[in-house]
């Protein structure tokens, strides 16, 4: 029979081991805990496409009159109600083919509008929905099971719930001079959606809007108890500089792409 002082060092390395196996999040073999809620993050064209510094034929900023002027889809992300989220849940590579038929849609409402490639979980760089897929789509399970599942339920979310629309009709329009109240913007998403966004702005711009959903995707109220927007704030329109470079000469790429 072996020592105590033997005994020790073993046990030792088995609770190592046991605490390796179940990870920081409490899962075995370090997967991810289930998510608790979605939130569908949108980004305003107006505010994002005016930092471009160069063209290129990814970024749809660059489409002249093509170029999206509503609000386009970010991401649907799967979150924890401690502000925290999951991400790379288990290695599934974006496969353009399995979304071939949905194309036409992601080109015009999930555009990419930046220029470069996107980070990934497990294909390096690539599309920014691959981008989108691997990082976020692959911890929506059990609710969404598979990539095409993750881009055509996060399309079917942007058509119910338009935000675009629900501002325009409440006066809130795009423009270069004009500001908004934010209470008022927050009171037309609330009173259409009933529930409330999260608005996030690049200096006093609307940069982005979150709607969020339990998983059955009835509205909830989004968590942030605090904003990055002043008390008005501005939707500003924006004209297409058009492709007037080659990617070739693409020097400015913002960090915010890999969201």
């Known amino acids: ?128 929905w691959a981008h989108e897929w691997e990082k976020h789509g692959t911890c929506s399970s059990p609710v969404i099971r598979d990539e095409y599942g993750y881009f055509i339920t996060t399309l079917n979310v942007y058509f119910k719930y338009n935000v675009t629309k629900i501002l325009n009709e409440a006066g809130y329009v795009p423009s270069n001079s004009e500001r908004y109240p934010l209470g008022g913007i927050v009171s037309a998403i609330e009173n259409s959606f009933r529930a409330t966004p999260e608005v996030i702005c690049s200096k006093e711009a609307v940069e982005e809007i979150r709607l969020c959903f339990f998983k059955d995707f009835k509205p909830r109220n989004c968590l ?3 904003t990055s927007c002043p008390k008005y704030v501005s939707l500003p329109a924006y004209v297409s500089m058009g492709r007037e470079a080659s990617e070739s000469e693409i020097a400015w790429i913002s960090d915010d792409e890999a969201l």
Request: aromatic share 12%.
């Open 224 to 226: 942030a108890s605090k």
């Open 1 to 128: 029979m072996a020592s105590l002082s033997a005994q020790i060092p073993l046990c030792l390395a088995l609770m190592m081991a046991a605490c390796l196996m179940i990870g920081i999040n409490g899962s075995i073999d370090g997967a991810q805990r289930e998510f608790d809620y979605f939130a569908l993050s949108l980004q305003w064209p107006g505010t994002i496409c005016h930092k471009t510094r160069h063209c290129c034929s990814s970024n749809a900023c660059c489409r002249g009159s093509n170029s999206p002027t509503e609000f386009t889809i970010h991401g649907l992300w799967p979150d924890y109600n401690d502000g925290t989220w999951p991400s790379c849940c288990y290695r599934s590579q974006f496969d353009v083919k399995e979304i071939s038929t949905l194309l036409d849609a992601l080109e015009k409402y999930w555009p990419s509008l930046y220029c470069g490639k996107s980070s990934t979980c497990f294909s390096g760089k690539g599309l920014f």
